[in-house]
Structure formats: C-alpha cells, structure tokens
C-alpha cells in the first residue's frame, strides 16, 4: 500500500513509519515538525526508496490537498496530535486547533480526494486515539469500544471530538474509517516530558524523580513497537466503520513501574546509592485520571492480534535504548517546556 502517514515525526508516527517501510509499504511523513517532532525519528528508513516527507501542517487544506494530489495515497494512518496532558491544561487552544480543526480539515482533504479517485472501496482513514476518552475508571473494570466517552483533560476532550468527526463523515459521507483507542504507549524515541523518560533521563542526571500524588494511577503499558504492528493489522484486515481498542495487557501503578525503572538502572549502570532514593511525590495533575485498563477482546478475536512484549521486557529495552543514544535526546532537554513542571495553570 501507498500510506500517507500524518505526525511521522512523532514518538508513535515515527514507529509506524519504520514499521511500514520495513514491511514493504511506501509511506508519505507528512509532519509539521512542532517541538515533539524529530526528523532523527525516522533516519532508519530515511534513505529506502519507499520514503518520502512533506513538511505541512494538517490544518492548511492547500497544503493537504497538494499532497494527496500529488502522492494519490492508498490510505491515511492520521497520528498527528497534540498529545501532552500538561500542556493542554496550560494551553489548550492548541489541542483545539490540531486535534479537532486539523482532524476536520483532514477528513475533508482525504473525502476529496477519496471522490476524485471514484470512491474506491479499498481505501482506508485510519484514526489513531487514545483510552483517555472514556475518562477514569475504578479498581475493577476495563474500557470496551462501547463504553461511554467522558474525557476529563482538554487532551482528551479534543481526542474525543476528533474520534466523533471521523465516526460522522463515515455515516454521512460514506468514507471508509477506522478508529482504534490506544493505552499509554513507552518505549525508543519517546520525546523526554512524559512519565518513562522523565524518569530515566532524571535517574541518570542524579535528580529528583518527579511521582504526582501518591503514584497509585494505574495505567495499561503498550510497547510502542507493537502498537505500530496493531496499527498496520487493523489498517489492513479492520472492518470499516469499526473501532478498535489497542492494549498492551501490562497494567501498573505509576510508584511500581518508577521503582521497577530504577531497579533497572540500578543493574545497568550502578551508583553508590539506589536511583529509588531520588523518587519526590509532587503535587498531583489536576484531573488525574485514576485508572485506565483496556479489554482487548475484540483486536484478539477479531484480528488475531495481541501485544508481544511484557512491560518487564520493554522497560529493560527502552532504558538501554536511553543509556544507548544520549546523543538523540540530549538536544532535545533544550526545547521549550522540557524539564519544567507544566500543567499548574488550573
């Protein structure tokens, strides 16, 4: 296939790039290349013949609709988001902008070009979501592709308006979507202001390791390797019109997977004290969701499909990925808001 994939610069755009490219599709990166973006994401596969970019924003239609024009993609695997929950209690004009104005400005460029090419059946506008829409759960229970959206973040509200969109120009315009709900992806390439690499570039600085609350939320841990890999499944074999939810079966307390992170760099690159003497509880995220759990029934049955790799396994790759290549996340410390707290504007 010919894939036009939206945020491939991206932490979970560049894996599906990569994915992609090494399974023989051709892929167009379309990416605006924000301050999350990394072009070194990509360089694996930079040079195949099977890869090209296009530096363009989802929110500017002339632009969307001269590269659909011009590369005439088989299908859409739309990944480009705003994604940090911080940054969207800071600011979230942006979220409202990329998430729900660029998702627009998108399914009207792909339904153009779907009717220029005579409404081919094969075509696919695949949406990539996240579990946060359906809000927080309790101890017990799992989130279903029927249960009730409720975000709580403006991340998440601009995540669910998108989903909404995409499930809308299916039932009227007929254009064949796909939706699936991702949990908390972690792994190589994770841009350093969320949780895991927070904790391993702080570990390694000798600071203290930042815990909100008491570090009882509970997230299910996907390895973004076999995200990618679940993504092209359900591009490729998906019911049109359905929703998938991706999980990575790995559900852990924030506190035990920060302690079993430094037990790792406790064995792979020892100091005098333990890297657990630098775990500080600050104050907590407004809104924090307590718990989320996906039952992935339906990817399971459906597709065949489950995750591959425990989060004890993944946690131990992307750690020595970190101590590996200092020299592609060490630039990155400098962008703007990496290392400082955000998310205090509530």
Known sequence: ??????????????????????????????????????????????????????????????????????????????????????RSIDGPADFVETNITGTFKLLEAARAHWVRQGRPEAFRFHHVSTDEVYGTLGPAGQFTEDTPYAPNSPYAASKAASDHLVRSWHETYGLPVLVTNCSNNYGP?????????????KALAGEPIPVYGTGKNVRDWLY????????????????VGRNYNIGGENERRNIDLVRTICAILDEKRPKATAYAD???????????????????????????????????????????????????????????????RLGGAA
């Open 1 to 86: 296939m010919k894939i036009l994939v939206t945020g491939g610069a991206g932490f979970i755009g560049s894996a599906v790039v990569r994915h992609a490219v090494r399974a023989g599709h051709s892929v167009i990166n379309l990416d605006a290349l924000t301050y999350a973006a990394n072009l070194e994401n990509v360089r694996p596969v930079a040079n195949s013949p099977l890869y090209q970019f296009e530096h363009a924003d989802i929110r500017d239609r002339a632009a969307l609709d001269r590269i659909f024009e011009t590369h005439v993609p088989d299908a859409v695997l739309h990944l480009a988001a705003e994604s940090h929950v911080d």
């Open 189 to 201: 390439y994770h841009f350093p202001e969320k949780l895991i690499p927070v904790v391993i570039l």
């Open 224 to 239: 973004v390797e076999d995200h990618a890999d679940a993504l092209l499944t359900v591009l490729m074999r998906g019911a």
């Open 278 to 340: 630098q775990i500080s509880f600050v104050a907590d995220r407004p809104g924090h969701d307590l718990r989320y759990a996906i039952d992935p029934a339906r990817i399971r049955t459906e597709l065949g499909w489950r995750p591959s790799v425990t989060v004890e396994e993944g946690l131990a790759r992307t750690v020595q990925w970190y101590l590996d290549n200092d020299a592609w996340w060490r630039p990155l410390l400098d962008r703007q808001g990496v290392g400082t």
